[in-house]
Antibody
């Protein structure tokens, strides 16, 4: 069965960086993309960007350009999302999800809470 | 960027009733690349509908999606207790960015 397992919760100070991992199993990793979506406390879903696990091509949300980097390691079927220069409004649950193209974002990780606080 | 507006913000219904959720786009959604997700507290979103009207794997047939262009609807024919949750629409057409609606909460009346 398809599974995406994310790394554990993080607490960071403003200005620091965080790197969240997402290990995929149950499917051919390079046949799908990975999207990252975040959700601030009590708020809706915000798309952060997407990476092709096939060739590493990326597309980032404009508001995060310059602060976010998404990568993959095909040898371990793991995707990574790094966010730099953290601010308090980056406090959120961060989700990775499999991107199925026309079949949309069909499988999601369990989420990783990132708290940014001094 | 395509803006999605969901209505109503909250829907108060009883189990067994029919729920109709609306999602309106600021411009036409490419090739009906419109999806619906359900999210319960403390859980990740769950894909219900993709391509505006196709049910995802394992989704009960009481969930149905319809619409095209700029107007889309998610219908739950008879609400079960486990259906009370927040629902989001998403457009994921060929041109990023992907965007989500702000959500509709379906609560028990």
């Amino acid at each position: 069965q398809v599974q995406l397992v994310q790394s554990g919760a993080e607490v960071k100070k403003p200005g620091a960086s965080v790197k969240v991992s997402c290990k995929a199993s149950g499917y051919t990793f390079t046949s799908y993309g990975i999207s990252w979506v975040r959700q601030a406390p009590g708020q809706g879903l915000e798309w952060m960007g997407w990476i092709s696990a096939y060739n590493g091509n990326t597309n980032y949300a404009q508001k995060l350009q310059g602060r976010v980097t998404m990568t993959t390691d095909t040898s371990t079927s793991t995707a990574y999302m790094e966010l730099r220069s953290l601010r308090s409004d980056d406090t959120a649950v961060y989700y990775c999800a499999r991107e199925g193209g026309y079949t949309a974002t069909d499988y999601w990780g369990q989420g990783t809470l990132v708290t940014v606080s001094s | 960027e395509i803006v999605l507006t969901q209505s109503p913000g909250t829907l108060s219904l009883s189990p067994g009733e029919r729920a109709t959720l609306s999602c309106r786009a600021s411009q036409s959604v490419s090739s009906s690349y419109l999806a619906w997700y359900q999210q319960k507290p403390g859980q990740a979103p769950r894909l219900l509908i993709y391509g505006a009207s196709s049910r995802a794997t394992g989704i009960p047939d009481r969930f149905s999606g319809s619409g095209s262009g700029t107007d889309f609807t998610l219908t739950i024919s008879r609400l079960e207790p486990e259906d009370f949750a927040v629902y989001y629409c998403q457009q994921y057409g060929s041109s990023p960015p992907v965007t989500f609606g702000q959500g509709t909460k379906v609560e028990i009346k």
